[in-house]
Nanobody, 123 residues
């Protein structure tokens, strides 16, 4: 009964920006935090960024530090990812997810997942 829905993906040129959104549909739920993952064709799903509600701490993959910013509202179960200075290697399907306590980079700790939104960066 809980569904996460991503939006905001699209096609942009290298150096451009996109803002991804993730909203919960259905019943309300609680989580320790939420995060963004991405998966490119033929590759494993990888961690991008996460936020922990208690304290508001954030974590980023080294590949996106300084370019991406994660934010959200735990009361509304909403999540955002501001992506700047996009590169072709950022091309992937981006997923938002909600997690319990545990490692923020481990996908096994996330129990709700969205269907993903495509981000394509052209050169």
């Amino acid at each position: 009964q809980v569904q996460l829905v991503e939006s905001g993906g699209g096609l942009v040129q290298s150096g451009g920006s996109l803002r991804l959104s993730c909203a919960a549909a259905g019943r309300t739920f609680s989580s320790a935090g939420m995060g963004w993952f991405r998966q490119a064709p033929g590759k494993e799903r990888e961690f991008v960024a996460a936020i922990t509600w208690r304290g508001g701490g954030t974590n980023y993959a080294d590949s996106v530090k300084g370019r991406f910013t994660i934010s959200g509202d735990n009361a509304k179960n909403t999540l955002y990812l501001q992506m700047n200075t996009l590169k072709p290697e950022d091309t992937a399907v981006y997923y938002c997810a909600a997690r319990r306590l545990g490692s923020v980079i481990d996908p096994s700790g996330y129990y709700y997942w969205g269907q993903g939104t495509q981000v394509t960066v052209s050169s």
